[in-house]
T-cell receptor, first 113, second 115 residues
Framework: AQSVTQLDSQVPVFEEAPVELRCNYSSSVSVYLFWYVQYPNQGLQLLLKYLSGSTLVKGINGFEAEFNKSQTSFHLRKPSVHISDTAEYFCAVSVYNTDKLIFGTGTRLQVFP | DTGVSQNPRHKITKRGQNVTFRCDPI?????LYWYRQTLGQGPEFLTYFQNEAQLEKSRLLSDRFSAERPKGSFSTLEIQRTEQGDSAMYLCASSTRQVDTDTQYFGPGTRLTVL
């Protein structure tokens, strides 16, 4: 069975500071990896995904993530955050040929001025 | 708007009543998914369809829950004899099964409150 662990439930950070949101996964088979963002009262929006190829993945809004197979991690980073990045961020995995997403519990990023 | 739509956006009901939610996927998407999200948790998979066929159901989906996707277009999720524990956000997503895509696009959700 697959599982996703997001180690930080909340991450407070000042505007223009860098941020890293951590995600570790567990799976005995190959998986696809995703980061979704959920703004208040809105649905989930895809930030970026790793399917294969380069382990450094760039997404929307200046976010990027690096797939590390040996550490089974897929941490999300942004070099300089904005107030508008305040939201809930979810890491998810799917097993090839199933497409069912398994989500972590989420990390609330709060950006302060 | 060509995104995934869900109706209603909010539903308040009394315990024991039946409720039905609707999801309209992106038109060319043949896969449709239902998830449930409770407060402070990530979404949990409930079930999914490829065209009109329901291919997988989670153990979370008790016999009070039923989902349909007639004609492979919109889908409905019905909860019979609602319980307070059913209070949650119900999310619908759709995707198209193509190589190098596998992206699920989510709707805004239906928030259910059972009193």
């Amino acid at each position: 069975a697959q599982s996703v662990t997001q180690l930080d439930s909340q991450v407070p950070v000042f505007e223009e500071a860098p941020v890293e949101l951590r995600c570790n996964y567990s799976s005995s088979v190959s998986v696809y990896l995703f980061w979704y963002v959920q703004y208040p009262n809105q649905g989930l929006q895809l930030l970026l995904k790793y399917l294969s190829g380069s382990t450094l993945v760039k997404g929307i809004n200046g976010f990027e993530a690096e797939f590390n197979k040996s550490q089974t991690s897929f941490h999300l980073r942004k070099p300089s955050v904005h107030i508008s990045d305040t939201a809930e961020y979810f890491c998810a995995v799917s097993v090839y040929n199933t497409d069912k997403l398994i989500f972590g519990t989420g990390t609330r990023l709060q950006v302060f001025p | 708007d060509t995104g995934v739509s869900q109706n209603p956006r909010h539903k308040i009901t009394k315990r024991g009543q039946n409720v039905t939610f609707r999801c309209d996927p992106i038109s060319e998407h043949n896969r449709l998914y239902w998830y449930r999200q409770t407060l402070g948790q990530g979404p949990e998979f409930l079930t999914y369809f490829q065209n009109e066929a329901q291919l997988e159901k989670s153990r979370l989906l008790s016999d009070r829950f039923s989902a349909e996707r007639p004609k492979g277009s919109f889908s409905t999720l019905e909860i019979q004899r609602t319980e307070q524990g059913d209070s949650a956000m119900y999310l619908c997503a759709s995707s198209t099964r193509q190589v190098d895509t596998d992206t699920q696009y989510f709707g805004p959700g239906t928030r259910l409150t059972v009193l």
